[in-house]
């Protein structure tokens, strides 16, 4: 059988302020059109569906929307667990209606027991959990890591294993490559709270959410990250996004990126301000996108923030990336004692990365009268 | 066909601080053993399951628990809508799914216009909602009030009656006695957006959520409260719980009300303190029950709360219903020099109705000694 392979949604994120809702659901759009050309058999969310254990209203109902429509509307068989940002009791409120349209969604550590088989493979879907759950369920206290965890769950899971048929295990944690090959596993996951790629070999597939980056694990054929659909942080703004077509019926099992194309592209923009203000200037980023600024300038300048917005609307981040080279000595004094709300205006956007609002710039006058006053008194 | 109609279950309220979900637990066994010995066809919940719009997680899977075991293993078809405590959105959450099992769950205003049919009769699901709601939906600036929007909605509603059957309205609002004779609403709905049962005439029976005594309507014959399946104020204290069994194949209807029993109840008690301390007096009142205390009292009782206690474990409210007749100047000055930790003590209780922690009687002695300090330096 085929199934797409998507994990770490997230609805409800947001990136610095600006609701990334249509983001997603454009995401979700283009996830659908893939399902469809691909012409899979299923649809596999490997955990983080929402973004928070409390979320939003709109971001329920957006969720709500996408599963509908993908389950119920469009008929793929659907299998999803919760990860570590959603609360597994929320997320699963009423699942146990779901699988009448086989939408199968499981929260729990015990239902990693019960595999779902769908054509000619059996699922085994385990939550996000955490070393304390496994200890409880297999009453067993010697069991302190997941790494411990998942090697009792594992061997439970084959215990289930039905001959002539593939093995699919949908999880959510930090696994580690097996040959050191992987550097950035290495590097993000924590030594006995990593799960080694080795404990996971009984499986044809190991379907994987928790991080966004689907190279995470690139020198294992047959354990994948899918990645987030979006880019989420400026960590990830390099990335291509996507998902995985996984095909069952061959041995290794073939997997297949299919890449998606951001509505609104995170853009990391390294330069000086005067380039980066030069409408010559080509930077080869839409209006809309999120841009992440690296400023170069060893110079103080005057509203910096308000300024750049003028020609990138949507600035989530502005970093200095040189020292300055002028000391507060060497500023003008002259203008410091012009204007002092206009420093004070400019400080504010620099530390906050925000312009002043008209009640902020009212509070900062007020505060700046009553300490003329006392300094003249 | 006949029917359940019950609301108003507030999962997840507190009392005072004491968590009600095994009290809610044991409601809803009798609930079910109710609606399995009358043998009913469905059961109608009409309004107000959360007691928030944000329930905790441990209601949302106490919700979910009752909705499974209510509709999945006892095969009840269940009709509910959402009230004003309820988010629509949170708890309709996966709602499209639940129809599999005729659990129709209904949260907008578009769906009271698509009456579900069970037996001989029809339902309409009207969640609660606001007059902007109605507005937006007729495409009508002139519906100010939810009585203007009932005009409009019930007109509606009878566009979609069949002949040949029944018609039953799920509702959670005020709704006002048409003669005047229910002092009750009368006192507790306000003006325009009451809605007076007159306008509800064309259905056999209205099954209304929101107030939670059952005498709200009790002139009406078949525009009924349910009320709650707790007592959840003291206001309620002197109620009779329970459901309504509704029998539609009678002109009128048969409506038969089954009372619920408190497992543990919520009882006022007026009396001294000398009477309530006294292990001769017999209360009628379990150790666990919820104890609302009005003391006659009228002179000033030393740790009233934390000696109440020792007798009557689960007090959720302490008042004095007389004026005390000692001022502060009778009162024994030598015992306020004698310890102010004490006197600031009681004070604590009286005001908060709870004793003193042990860290808040450290810090009490700590500004007590500062205090003193200072009164010498």
Do not use: C
Not at 54 to 77: C, H, I
Not at 295 to 315: A, W, Y
């Amino acid at each position: 059988m085929r199934f797409l392979h998507t994990a770490d949604w997230h609805i409800g994120k947001k990136l610095n302020g600006y609701d990334l809702l249509p983001e997603q659901r454009d995401a979700y759009q283009q996830i659908k059109a893939i399902a469809k050309t691909e012409k899979v058999d299923a649809v596999v969310v490997a955990g983080d569906l929402y973004d928070r254990a409390l979320p939003s209203e709109a971001a329920v109902a957006t969720l709500d929307d996408m599963l509908v429509d993908l389950n119920r509307q469009e008929k793929f068989p659907l299998l999803a667990i919760s990860g570590n940002h959603d609360s597994g009791v929320r997320l699963g409120y009423g699942q146990q209606w779901f699988t009448s349209t086989e939408f199968y969604l499981r929260t729990t550590l015990a239902s990693a027991l019960k595999p779902i088989t769908i054509g000619d493979t059996q699922f085994f879907l385990l939550p996000y959990f955490e070393p304390f759950q496994a200890r409880q369920f297999f009453q067993d206290d010697q069991i302190k890591t997941v790494n411990q965890a998942m090697a009792r769950l594992v061997a439970a899971m084959q215990a289930k294993f039905q001959e002539g048929q593939h093995h699919v295990l949908v999880a959510h944690f930090f696994a580690a490559g097996s040959q050191h090959s992987d550097s950035e596993t290495a590097v993000q996951v924590g030594g006995l709270n990593a799960v080694p790629v080795d404990l996971l070999s009984p499986f044809d597939y190991v379907a994987l959410g928790h991080l966004h980056r689907k190279e995470a694990l690139q020198n294992e054929p047959t354990v994948k990250y899918s990645g987030s659909p979006l880019k989420f942080s400026t960590s990830e703004s390099e990335d291509t996004k996507g998902v995985w077509i996984v095909d069952t019926d061959t041995t290794p099992v073939t997997v297949t990126f299919k890449p998606l194309k951001p509505w609104h592209d995170l853009v990391v923009l390294t330069d000086s301000f005067e380039h980066l203000m030069n409408p010559e200037k080509d930077y080869d980023v839409q209006s809309e996108d999120f841009i992440a600024i690296e400023l170069t300038d060893t110079m103080p300048i005057p509203n910096v923030m308000q300024r750049l917005k003028t020609r990138f609307p949507r600035v989530i981040e502005l970093q200095r990336i040189n020292q300055l080279t002028v000391t507060p000595d060497e500023l003008d004094i002259h203008q410091v004692q012009r204007d002092p709300l206009q420093l004070m205006t400019e400080f504010f956007e620099q530390v906050t990365q925000h312009p002043m609002q008209v009640t902020q710039q009212k509070w900062a006058k007020e505060a700046l009268q009553a300490a003329e006053k006392e300094d003249k008194e």
